[in-house]
């Protein structure tokens, strides 16, 4: 669903061959793969597979001058250092920094209007999350991390969402059919406004599919990851609406029965009952469920209390959290041995759907108890199906931005 320019502009980069003219025929990996061969702009080098019975070699353009000398099929320790020197610049996560809050963007423009057409300058929820991810693994990137994490909740907790997540628990049906994405939880918000309100679009918000249960799932994992690792303190906790917002998504996301919710999942696209979606809630309401268990903990105090005085301690019973996570666990394995990603439909409806890139969720960030190695191999045999000679594909025919392999 994210904007069809950023693609157009990051091929024009690619091509360095003037203007280039859409030809109106389909265009295909395959033959962009060709086109940019053509251009002689790249270095051509062949590569051993990792799978060699399968695919004996591969291609491999190099655009990178800098890099030309780089790629390579095996690496000393020392090769892997210096790799990680000469692009340790590139793979910074740019931060920006306001008033109201630390933002990961989805992509950074030079100027406004570029911006404005992809709308990459919001902030999605779980982009924010992966790069917190890989802030958190950096000791060094830890105070950076924490404001990100911080900022993320800070934008749960806004009146906006606290009314979302109170409309559907006094109601759920609010969830059903067209309405139902805009009613739902948000994922999505612009960084430039003081509220995180929604981007807006000729003065409204935009419409958008937020139903992203994968999103939530994985905010409420890392954010209790946070709190039982003593990141996340009690000075931080008790700041304006978090506790609340904490007990109110517990409540959502079981009046939502997440375990049966079609949502758009890891690629924003048509509502579907995912495998990878389930897992990741279930991850999360695990971790919740074991902090929870630790009596002498004051975050558990303080978000039992909190519940309480809003009437949503029954969610975060144990009797509640441990039928949710159950029924989360029972989707898993019953769509996983169904085929995979979204196998309870007929194998001709558009939503039906096993291999897919997604269910890796299943393995990780989710960290399910009792999804053993034995499920983790079959998840991994699933999406080996996807593998091809030069990566791996989201899904079979997987057209995404497919109408924009092509350069103005």
């Given amino acids: ?11 024009a980069g690619i091509f360095s061959c003037g203007t280039c003219q859409a030809t109106g025929a389909e265009v295909t990996s395959e033959s962009v793969f060709n086109i940019l061969n053509s251009t002689g702009a790249a270095t051509d080098k062949s590569y051993l597979s990792l799978n060699p019975d399968k695919y004996p070699n ?17 690496y000393t ?44 300058d919001a902030v999605w929820l779980r982009d924010s999350l992966w790069g917190y991810m890989a802030l958190v693994s950096d ?23 606290i009314k979302r997540m109170q409309d559907v628990i006094s109601n759920p049906k609010r969830l059903d059919g067209v309405p139902g994405q805009m009613n739902v939880v948000h994922i999505r918000f612009d960084s430039n406004s003081p509220v995180m ?31 039982d690792t003593d990141t996340i303190n009690a000075e931080d906790w008790q700041k304006g609406d978090r506790l609340k917002s904490v007990a109110l998504l517990i409540a959502y996301l079981d009046k939502a029965n997440f375990y049966v919710m079609e949502d758009s999942g890891a690629w924003e696209e048509d ?7 389930v897992a990741l809630v279930t991850s999360g309401l695990e971790r919740l469920s074991n902090l929870l268990s630790k009596k002498d903990s004051v975050f558990v105090s303080d978000l039992l209390r909190e519940a309480k005085a809003n009437e949503l301690d029954e969610p975060l019973s144990t009797t509640r959290l441990n039928h949710l996570i159950d029924k989360g666990y029972e989707r898993i394995t019953l769509q996983l041995d169904l085929g995979g990603e979204s196998p309870g439909y007929l194998e001709k409806d558009k939503h039906y759907r096993e291999a897919d890139a997604a269910l890796l969720n299943v393995i990780y960030p989710a960290n399910l108890a009792k999804i053993n190695t034995r499920r983790k191999e ?29 350069v103005q």
Avoid: C
């Fill in 77 to 120: 320790k020392d090769e892997i250092q210096g790799l990680l020197t000469l692009t340790e610049n590139t793979r910074k996560l740019t931060l920006t920094e306001k008033p109201w809050g630390t933002f990961i963007l989805a992509s950074t423009f030079e100027d406004d209007k570029t911006a404005a057409q992809t709308h990459y």
């Fill in 58 to 74: 591969y291609r491999l353009l190099i655009h990178s001058a800098k890099l030309q000398n780089e790629i390579k099929s095996h």
């Fill in 378 to 406: 079959q998840v991994l045999k699933i999406v080996k199906k996807l593998a091809g000679p030069y990566g791996i594909k989201r899904y079979e025919k997987d057209n995404y931005q497919s109408a924009n392999f092509l």
């Fill in 1 to 11: 669903m994210k904007g069809k320019s950023a693609l157009t502009l990051l091929l």
């Fill in 271 to 277: 509502a579907r009952l995912n495998t990878s979606s």
């Fill in 197 to 227: 309100a929604d981007v807006q679009e000729e003065g409204k918000p935009q419409l958008w599919n937020h139903k992203q249960n994968d999103a939530l799932g994985l905010y409420l994992d890392l954010l209790i990851q946070a709190i």
């Fill in 139 to 161: 000791q060094g990137n830890s105070v950076a991390a924490k404001k990100v994490l911080l900022t993320l909740w800070d934008y749960m907790s806004t009146p906006d969402q």
